[in-house]
């Protein structure tokens, strides 16, 4: 792989519950300047038009705040930090976040989007669609905005993965120089979120991107597990 290319997905209308996310992903990327897709394209897919094809918006009280706290609650598993109003948790898909991935941005005033019951299953879903519909094989990543420990600002990561690797492990082999690699473990389902949030940015209205020329390695069978270190691995909890 010596070049990428990414673009944003023009034209994907407001998702309801009552649509099928896959066929309008698929019918918009049929054709310029949108498509055609080829195979081992990836579609990066954000979070929020997920949750809203998937019925996962919730109502709040939008005089309050505050009022999507007992929601955080209730979709943590545990709560792994407070300060203040701020709430880290971790949530039933490993994930540890702030606020259990509840978001408020971009969504109609008087609800919270709450993230997929099952990521992996909806990158799935998109994937054997557009495959039925169009004809060709792709790597699907949904993607959420989350913080990072040590570093300040947001980043887009994967939360859900189809048919193309979370963590690609150079463990064993040289590097440049031809030394034996010990512990380099490529998180490239995330590199390629934040990669796709370039061309999507936070307030454009593009909920999807394709990127194009990932390494055809990359491309198997997977699931975001991969990128959730475990708790026994993790020295900060």
């Known amino acids: 792989m010596s070049r990428l290319t990414i673009w944003g997905v023009e034209g994907i209308p407001e998702i309801t519950s009552q649509d099928q996310l896959g066929e309008i992903i698929a019918d918009t990327c049929r054709h310029e ?3 055609p897709l080829i195979d081992d394209d990836v ?20 005089s309050d ?5 007992q929601l955080v609650e209730q979709e ?22 702030a606020n259990s991935g509840i978001d408020l941005s971009n969504i109609e005033r008087g609800y919270a989007a709450l993230l997929p019951i099952d990521s992996d299953k909806s990158a799935r879903r998109i994937r054997d669609i557009v495959r039925a519909k169009i004809g060709v094989s792709v790597g699907v990543v949904i993607s959420d905005t989350f913080g990072r420990p040590w570093r300040k ?9 189809a048919g193309i690797a ?9 590097d440049s120089l031809g030394r034996i690699m010990q512990v ?4 490239v389902a995330d590199e390629l979120a934040s990669a796709a949030e370039l061309v999507m940015g936070k307030s454009s209205g593009i909920p999807v991107a394709v990127i194009r020329g990932a390494d055809k390695q990359w491309f198997r069978d997977s699931r975001i597990g991969e990128l959730v270190r475990p708790p026994q691995e993790d020295l900060f909890r």
Request: glycine letters at 12%; hydrophobic letters at 40%; charged letters at 25%.
């Open 33 to 35: 300047p949108n498509g």
């Open 65 to 69: 705040p505050l009022s999507h706290k």
């Open 43 to 62: 579609l990066v897919v954000t979070q929020k038009i997920v949750s809203k094809a998937e019925g996962r918006l919730v109502p709040i009280d939008a």
């Open 184 to 187: 380099t473990e490529v998180a």
């Open 76 to 97: 943590a598993v545990r709560i792994v930090r407070r300060r203040g109003d701020l709430i880290i948790t971790e949530t039933k898909h490993g994930f540890v976040c």
């Open 153 to 161: 600002g947001l980043t887009d990561v994967a939360i859900g993965i």
């Open 166 to 174: 979370g963590v690609v492990d150079l463990r064993g082999t040289p």
